[in-house]
């Protein structure tokens, strides 16, 4: 086995259910393979703005403070985004024990950092949020604790979690991704929001040269498809299912731990959904 593969195996995979899996057979050959019939960048830069548009009024329960951010930027999910702010940013903190992707990429890269046991001042600190841990506000409370000149969200889970609210407003950058919560994992498709313009990104996004199929593909899911669904639907399911299985429940729909191991509930929805 090798480290890869390893590495993988710790993946926490999306669900899909046949409500969603509707949804998406619903979307037409020109969202998945748009192309530019009038020879314009209206084409590729309209979907982007409904994007950013639709992804304000879909999320508005659950996220306050968008407007804040002038910048916002089409991303390969965001891991992209990790990247791109690891990269751009001279020494990233974050709480011990948070996302293993954090120290994975960092430790890879022999770039400094530092791994938070307790609340101290800090330049630049990464936060994920629903937690990566039990899915809930435990990150983003140490978080709120410290001294930082910037915070960066990292928000995989929206929707996927028991419904929670955060304003966002004193964050420097905000990633979201739709890969767990539409079920769109081989899209690779997400957003970053940001406070400051990070030109290496801001020169592709000007020219819509990034994933339209999946920009598409999200309007189209998001027209169609609650924040809220998940929870409603299967949060009950989610006790029953960890009660029959020995396992300690979180807050998140996609993982639970069996003894002191995280392990992704995938397996586990497929009789169910």
Same mark, same amino acid.
């Given at each position: 086995?090798?480290?890869?593969?390893?590495?993988?195996?710790?993946?926490?995979?999306?669900?899909?259910? /046949?409500?969603?899996?509707?949804?998406?057979?619903?979307?037409?050959?020109?969202?998945?393979?748009?192309?530019?019939?009038?020879?314009?960048?209206?084409?590729?830069?309209?979907?982007?703005?409904?994007?950013?548009?639709?992804?304000?009024?879909?999320? !508005?329960?659950?996220?306050?403070?968008? /407007?804040?951010?002038?910048?916002?930027?089409?991303?390969?999910?965001?891991?992209?985004?990790?990247?791109?702010?690891?990269?751009?940013?001279?020494?990233?903190?974050? !709480?011990?024990?948070?996302?293993?992707?954090?120290?994975?990429?960092?430790?890879?890269?022999?770039?400094?950092?530092? /791994?938070?046991?307790?609340?101290?001042?800090?330049?630049?600190?990464?936060?994920?949020?629903?937690?990566?841990?039990?899915?809930?506000?435990?990150?983003?409370?140490?978080?709120?604790?410290?001294?930082?000149?910037?915070?960066?969200?990292?928000?995989?889970?929206?929707?996927?979690?028991?419904?929670?609210?955060?304003?966002?407003?004193?964050?420097?950058?905000?990633?979201?991704?739709?890969?767990?919560?539409?079920?769109?994992?081989?899209?690779?498709?997400?957003?970053?929001?940001?406070?400051?313009?990070?030109?290496?990104?801001?020169?592709?996004?000007?020219?819509?040269?990034?994933?339209?199929?999946?920009?598409?593909?999200?309007?189209?899911?998001?027209?169609?498809?609650?924040?809220?669904?998940?929870?409603?639907?299967?949060?009950?399911?989610?006790?029953?299912?960890?009660?029959?299985?020995?396992?300690?429940?979180?807050?998140?729909?996609?993982?639970?731990?069996?003894?002191?191991?995280?392990?992704?509930?995938?397996?586990?929805? !497929?009789?169910?959904?």
């Amino acid at each position: 086995m090798t480290a890869t593969q390893d590495f993988y195996k710790k993946l926490i995979k999306p669900i899909r259910d /046949e409500n969603l899996t509707r949804i998406i057979h619903l979307a037409t050959q020109d969202t998945f393979s748009p192309y530019d019939k009038e020879l314009n960048y209206d084409e590729r830069l309209v979907p982007i703005q409904e994007l950013r548009s639709k992804f304000t009024d879909w999320s !508005k329960d659950w996220i306050s403070g968008l /407007e804040k951010f002038p910048y916002m930027y089409v991303m390969n999910g965001n891991t992209d985004s990790l990247n791109t702010i690891f990269n751009h940013y001279k020494h990233i903190s974050w !709480k011990k024990g948070d996302y293993s992707y954090y120290s994975y990429w960092h430790k890879l890269n022999k770039k400094p950092h530092t /791994e938070l046991e307790v609340p101290q001042v800090a330049e630049d600190l990464v936060v994920s949020w629903p937690g990566y841990t039990w899915g809930n506000r435990e990150q983003l409370e140490f978080a709120e604790q410290c001294t930082v000149l910037r915070k960066h969200l990292d928000c995989a889970y929206l929707g996927l979690v028991k419904p929670d609210h955060i304003d966002i407003s004193n964050f420097e950058t905000a990633s979201f991704s739709f890969s767990k919560t539409l079920a769109i994992p081989y899209n690779r498709i997400g957003i970053m929001f940001s406070k400051t313009e990070i030109s290496t990104l801001t020169i592709l996004n000007k020219l819509g040269y990034v994933n339209l199929s999946g920009v598409k593909l999200v309007n189209h899911i998001l027209d169609r498809f609650d924040i809220d669904y998940w929870w409603k639907t299967y949060s009950q399911e989610l006790t029953k299912l960890c009660f029959n299985n020995n396992l300690t429940q979180t807050n998140c729909l996609l993982f639970a731990y069996k003894g002191i191991e995280r392990i992704s509930l995938a397996e586990y929805w !497929k009789p169910a959904i």
